[in-house]
């Protein structure tokens, strides 16, 4: 297999975006990668997206992204994992360059949230339709019931919960493409409406409009065209678990995650103690605590504790989600993943502004799809 | 990159079946492909699908199937390319399995279209929504439309049409699989109701559900757990083209079609009068006149003259659609395109009865989404 360097990004503003149809807000995003990686073709492209059939009737949208991209007739696939679908699209597109089948591979994901459509009913179509969307299990609730047994055995704080969401919009508030820039306190998220309980409104990730795209090529190839220093994929893991919340041995953590991780970790050479900073999927605040257990940043039930800590702000021991994660970035379902990798590249890069992790080297994404059925971890170096 | 081999195959009876929901359909082909392969584990799998979510409200496929085929932690994904989401996963998963990343790898591919939801609705979503499908533009239209331009352009026939349509019902009489297991007569296509004109309800290809699932793996290691010929996947092309029929040059040549198989020419080092037999995408009859003629088997505008003349029957030239094609043995979206492929294995192993194609060494299967503006075409070979 050959190495894969990611040479160009592209991630224009999310939020609410009224004025513009899937296509256009997809195509944006695309352009700006394209641009940015310099590249005067590409070969092959992955459209991530986890609905675009029910959120605007519209199926597809592989050949059409191409298409309205001006890209015809290369190759053009749509890849779906739900919340997942965009980190599985980035491992898709690193097989295929890896493979020696393409040269230089265009990985986007994009969702178009605010069509007018009920997004809850449609967000539950990532969890068992038959036996738990039906039943009147939400996102928000099946998270819930995660956070509550992750306080009950771990006697993790309400508070503690509330950090994630403070600590992810204290980073989302200086990143310009984040749907929410601004501060918020650990009073605001414990006043904030209840979702499901324990988790009010500023527990859990908003819905967005939005888009993001990155380019892939071979190691060798990004040394020739690339201007920067250059970011090596250098482990993607990839793994699923049962569907439905209730066939698991546990609660408290997320087995896909966990064997996502050993074999990104296995495949790249390194452990938890050799990644310098990671976006993770905190789709809800539980979600970000369990997962950097999962990904051995902390021990089993240490989650909590390291937020209050401050361990996992930019300047403690591994920034988490300096982006502003999914709470504050917003959390555009197909585009999530590719976000991710994004944020992290530019990281290494070292063009993250106020964002930067001084000296980061080693950085992680894990992207994770309904309550964690899917999970893909990719470890990404700056090679000097 | 790797050489690949198909090392089994699982194709259960499609048709209406109101008795099984889609996860029950697709588990009951993968196991049938796993017995069949005769493997103990497989790596990673990929779900064709077009449209879970509209039909049955179920996204996040990929994940559930692993889950309930019992192959969880494995990495699984959906992939979606409209109609030609089985041809596109054949090409994923070959790719894998190329690039080293993966040894055993499950390619599946499922519709369920029989739940009560509106399907031409639901079709249209393969077509551009805001420029096709909204203004009324169904499926059986736009092909409609490129039969008026064929037969006006080159002389096709009406009955020439109407022949795809006996011949692929002949053949599929001949598959325990299909959907419709009988013959036809020429009079029975002309005197079925109007669809679209020139299209009769006897030119489309009918509403199934239905599944079907192959197992892929170097060739290295198939020679030595198989007990059947070895049978190669030598060549894999995919292509767009513009995603509305009215953006394109012409509506009498699939420039998508033509693309792909160039592609997968080359990569096979074979031409058209290398096949020996091929499945191509019936979706209507005018559908396989066109892609016959892109395909390179025939001379644009012959395509009819070749059906009449029975050069695609079984015995002739070049058998198209031994299976029955779309038509006959029905066409649950996402199984297509694996279909395509277990037939041409089957015909390459030398196990079709009826429909065995004497002597078949090399075969090819072409796949398509939309008006066109998505297709994969895949070349394999009996390597003794």
């Known amino acids: 297999m050959r190495d894969v360097a990611v040479i160009g990004v592209g991630w224009p503003k999310w ?88 040269d230089i591979v265009l990985v986007g994901g994009v969702e178009k949230m605010w069509t007018g459509e009920d997004f809850t009913a449609i967000l539950a179509t990532a969890a068992d339709q038959e036996y738990e969307a039906f039943h009147g ?98 482990g993607s893991g990839a793994a699923t678990d049962s569907i439905a919340l209730s066939d698991r041995d546990t609660y408290v953590e997320l087995p896909a995650v966990k064997k996502a991780a050993e074999k990104a970790y296995k495949m790249a050479g390194v452990g938890p103690e050799d990644i310098d900073l990671a976006e993770v999927h905190d789709c809800f605040t539980i979600a970000e605590i369990i997962v950097t257990e999962d ?29 502003g994660g999914l709470k504050s970035k917003g959390h555009p379902v197909g585009a999530t993943g590719v976000a991710q990798v994004i944020e992290i590249t530019e990281q290494l890069w070292g063009v993250s502004g106020e964002r930067q992790v001084e000296g980061a080297k080693i950085g992680l994404a894990q992207n994770m799809g309904g309550s964690g059925a899917s999970s893909t971890v990719h470890i990404l170096k700056r090679i000097d």
């Not at 980073?171 to 929410?180: E, F, S, T």
């Not at 902390?298 to 361990?311: P, R, S, T, W």
């Open 15 to 102: 939020g609410e975006l009224w004025k513009k149809d899937i296509r256009n807000i997809f195509v944006e995003a695309a352009l700006m990668a394209i641009d940015d990686a310099g590249v005067d073709h590409i070969d092959s492209m992955y459209v991530a997206s986890m609905s675009p059939g029910l959120w605007s009737k519209q199926e597809h949208i592989g050949a059409m992204m191409a298409d309205y991209l001006g890209q015809n007739p290369i190759p053009a696939v749509r890849v779906e994992s739900a919340c997942a679908s965009g980190g599985m699209a980035v491992r898709l597109g690193f097989i295929e360059v890896a493979s020696g089948m393409s």
């Open 137 to 234: 299990l939400t996102f928000p609730a099946l998270y819930a019931l995660m956070a509550r047994r992750h306080m009950h055995e771990f006697g993790t704080k309400r508070e503690q919960l509330a950090m994630v969401s403070v600590k992810n919009h204290a980073n989302g508030a200086k990143n310009p493409r984040a749907q929410y820039q601004r501060e918020i306190t650990i009073d605001a998220v414990l006043n904030s409406p209840p979702v499901a309980d324990p988790l009010n409104l500023l527990d859990c990730s908003p819905v967005t409009d939005g888009a993001a795209a990155l380019i892939l090529a071979p190691v060798e190839l990004a040394k020739k065209i690339s201007k920067r220093p250059i970011v090596q994929i250098i």
């Open 295 to 323: 990904l051995g940043f902390f021990e089993k039930g240490k989650g909590g504790e390291a937020v209050e800590q401050g361990l996992t702000k930019i300047g403690g021991k591994i920034p988490i989600n300096t982006s």
